[in-house]
């Protein structure tokens, strides 16, 4: 399984980016997906996630300028930012819970198996001043 994460660059403050992160490999099933952020001499911290069925949670610090969104049928999750700030610099990195194909045979057969976390490799956001 590998998540590859695309559309980081530069931008300048007040604009947007569109950022793409796609699932690929023996996936059975994906639920949970989600962004997360990392600046230089911070700590990792989450920047919204996305449930299977379209239920999103954002951190306060980007409510009201991003949107998480998802395609299902592409195990693809996206995340528009808008009104970019020069705090939003860092490397994002995209995060998935999902089942492989090598678990569905035992959750078909009533298993209670938990998902396994797959993070994308990074992609640097800069927004400058």
């Known amino acids: 399984v590998q998540l590859q994460a695309s559309g980081g660059g530069l931008v300048q403050a007040g604009g947007s980016l569109r950022l793409s992160c796609a699932a690929s490999?023996?996936?059975?099933?994906?639920?949970?997906m989600g962004w997360y952020r990392q600046a230089p001499g911070k700590q990792h911290e989450l920047v919204a996630t996305?449930?299977?069925?379209?239920?999103?949670n954002y951190a306060d610090s980007v409510k009201g300028r991003f949107t998480i969104s998802r395609d299902n049928a592409k195990n693809t999750v996206y995340l528009q930012m808008n009104s970019l700030k020069p705090e939003d610099t860092a490397v994002y990195y995209c995060?998935?819970?999902?089942?492989?194909?090598?678990?569905?045979?035992?959750?078909?057969?009533?298993?209670?198996?938990?998902?396994?976390?797959?993070w994308g490799q990074g992609t640097q956001v800069t927004v400058s001043s």
């Open positions: 995060n998935a819970d999902l089942f492989t194909t090598a678990q569905a045979k035992s959750i078909k057969a009533g298993a209670n198996l938990h998902e396994l976390d797959y």
């Open positions: 490999g023996s996936i059975f099933m994906v639920n949970d």
């Open positions: 996305i449930t299977r069925g379209g239920s999103t």
